[in-house]
Nanobody
Framework: VQLQASGGGLVQAGGSLRLSCAAR???????VGWFRQAPGKEREFVGA????????TYADSVKGRFTISRDNAKNAVYLQMNSLKSDDTAVYFC????????????????WGQGTQVTVSS
């Protein structure tokens, strides 16, 4: 499964961005997670969505501001980010795995290249 995250950019604090994760092959049987990594920091869990999109889970730091959705017909997962803060600045990665609910990078099997999100204050 090859993944590619896109949609990053520069946005002012309080603004919104929508990231997309596209898969080259069907990944409807995979849970999909989003992680982020800021310079000098470890990769951090952002949220995840189950295979069919029925369940989502989020890190406390983004709960209520970020929403994950998926369209398996399009092999795509989305991360809608609202009320962005400077602390959200990072490279964002999407990842896929067979198990649901993982919050650690090594619980996922496939990773795509990240997309940079920069929030200016």
């Amino acid at each position: 499964v090859q993944l590619q995250a896109s949609g990053g950019g520069l946005v002012q604090a309080g603004g919104s961005l929508r990231l997309s994760c596209a898969a080259r092959l069907a990944f409807s049987t995979y849970a999909v997670g989003w992680f982020r990594q800021a310079p000098g920091k470890e990769r951090e869990f952002v949220g995840a969505i189950s295979w069919g999109g029925d369940y989502t889970t989020y890190a406390d730091s983004v709960k209520g501001r970020f929403t994950i959705s998926r369209d398996n017909a399009k092999n795509a997962v989305y991360l809608q980010m609202n009320s962005l803060k400077s602390d959200d600045t990072a490279v964002y990665f999407c990842t896929a795995g067979r198990s649901w609910g993982g919050r650690k990078p090594d619980e996922y099997d496939y990773w795509g290249q990240g997309t940079q999100v920069t929030v200016s204050s």
